[in-house]
């Protein structure tokens, strides 16, 4: 299957799940509100808050890592990137007319940002093999560095998950493979945060 086929499935897929429950955890396929916001501290945690910056959400959904950031105080500039329109439509309504946020689903317009961070966009790989699913995941990771001039992070289901709680349509990946790839073709600077209470991991690029 080529990646222009995994991307078509992964909008249908996501493009329902915001139809069905609209611009809630659910809508964008995770169980709480609380874990949405947890995954989103791990992921920051690539970000220097101490001074402005500018932070790429690849795979944005309905703008929740938008929302969560307004909450922070930081002084930021954010662009959410997402293949589905469903999704853009809705971050759209939900953050009106705050200049410091944009939202876009052409790839082409996604400006290069300080930071790139991606939450949970390699999880539902459906009927795609695991193999064919991985050398995708491999491909993001080079367009997410390429997106960043400071840094990126991402989430990945972990294998390490209890076997009777995983998932056939779901991808669980080697936290110890991705670590060492990042580190191999990326940066000397890889942190890989498996410490918090769900069933994944983090991995944080500084370039």
């Known amino acids: 299957?080529?990646?222009?086929?995994?991307?078509?499935?992964?909008?249908?897929?996501?493009?329902?799940?915001?139809?069905?429950?609209?611009?809630t955890a659910r809508g964008v396929d995770w169980n709480s509100?609380?874990?949405?916001?947890?995954?989103?501290?791990?992921?920051?945690?690539?970000?220097?808050?101490?001074?402005?910056?500018?932070?790429?959400?690849?795979?944005?959904?309905?703008?929740?890592?938008?929302t969560y950031l307004r909450s922070t105080g930081d002084v930021f500039q954010y662009c959410g990137f997402d293949i589905s329109?469903?999704?853009i439509m809705s971050a759209k309504e939900i953050n009106a007319e705050q200049n410091q946020i944009t939202f876009v689903s052409d790839h082409a317009l996604l400006p290069v940002a300080d930071y790139t961070v991606a939450s949970g966009i390699f999880n539902v790989k459906q009927e795609v093999g695991d193999?064919?699913?991985?050398?995708?995941l491999l491909h993001t990771l080079h367009k997410l560095a390429e997106q960043s001039s400071k840094g990126f992070a991402f989430?990945?289901?972990?294998?390490?998950?209890?076997?009777?709680?995983?998932?056939?349509?779901?991808?669980?990946g080697d936290p110890l493979a991705l670590f060492d790839y990042c580190k191999q073709h990326f940066s000397r600077s890889v942190a890989l945060l498996h410490d918090?209470?769900?069933?994944?991991?983090?991995?944080?690029?500084r370039q």
């Open 1 to 23: 299957m080529e990646f222009d086929q995994i991307l078509k499935r992964t909008e249908s897929y996501y493009s329902e799940k915001v139809k069905a429950h609209g611009a």
């Open 33 to 66: 509100t609380e874990s949405q916001i947890l995954r989103f501290a791990q992921l920051l945690k690539v970000c220097d808050t101490s001074a402005p910056f500018s932070i790429n959400d690849y795979g944005c959904g309905y703008g929740a890592l938008a």
């Open 85 to 87: 329109a469903e999704m």
């Open 131 to 136: 193999s064919e699913w991985h050398s995708y």
């Open 155 to 172: 989430n990945v289901l972990t294998r390490y998950s209890d076997a009777d709680r995983m998932r056939p349509d779901l991808y669980y």
């Open 196 to 205: 918090y209470p769900l069933y994944e991991f983090t991995i944080i690029v």
